[in-house]
């Protein structure tokens, strides 16, 4: 039987960039096939739903990754924030498969890792609004994972990983956020091997069976 390949999701090209360069040569089912949503809840909805309207290849799991907004002041960037749950601007919480052993692996390979909750929001979350969602337990903010899962199969294992690139104290356009930036991508960079590690380990969980797909090259499905 062929082994379904894993999906990874990310907004952006520097993101994309990071993803590319890691090290994917042992993850199950081939190389994963790498899509580039483009930013924002609308635009990363429309591209899931097109992706999935295809119909084919049906994928094993899907990890959404990239970099994200620390909540909790004291964060750094480069810091890697493994979701237990996704919140949705809605209210609505989605929670995700195998953190804690996808969270271990990440600090086998030296990353520091926190878990916890993603709020993703419908625009970009800054001062005020970032500490009232640190209060209510949020650890980090995206803007696409709430609006990605919403359109997913029931049943297709997910992970949200994300990598800190602005914090509390150093907001994106401060100074600071370049070196912080730098410091994420490589972390996003870093990051690869684990994603293919917990992909291997929802394969081999208890789970209704995913059907075949075809052979894939090396991120062969990318969608701007």
């Known amino acids: 039987m062929t082994t379904a390949p894993l999906l990874v999701l990310c907004a952006l090209a ?18 994963p096939v790498l899509v580039r949503t483009g930013m924002g809840p609308q635009k990363a909805g429309r591209t899931v739903s097109a992706l999935l309207a295809r119909g084919t290849p049906a994928y094993g799991a899907v990890v959404l990754t990239g970099f994200c907004a620390a909540a909790a002041p004291g964060t750094t960037p480069g810091q890697v924030v493994v979701a237990d ?44 609004e970032r ?18 899962l919403e359109r997913l199969p029931a049943g297709l294992p997910v992970a949200a990983v994300r990598v800190v690139v602005d914090t509390p104290e150093h907001e994106l356009l401060r100074p600071g956020t370049l070196p912080g930036g730098l410091r994420a991508f490589r972390a996003l960079r870093a990051l690869v091997p684990a994603l293919a590690d917990w992909h ?11 059907p075949n797909s075809p052979s894939l090259p090396k991120f062969s499905q990318e969608v701007s």
């Open 85 to 128: 749950r996704v919140h949705s601007a809605s209210g609505r919480s989605t929670t995700t498969q195998q953190a804690e052993p996808l969270a271990r692996s990440l600090r086998g390979l030296g990353l520091d890792v926190r878990i916890g909750a993603l709020h993703s929001a419908d625009h970009v979350v800054r001062g005020p």
């Open 14 to 31: 520097p993101e994309a960039w990071a993803l590319r360069g890691g090290d994917w040569s042992g993850a199950p089912g081939g190389p």
């Open 200 to 210: 291997r380990a929802v394969l081999a969980a208890p789970s209704d069976p995913v």
């Open 131 to 148: 500490r009232v969602l640190h209060r209510a337990g949020v650890t980090a903010v995206d803007m696409e994972s709430a609006a990605v």
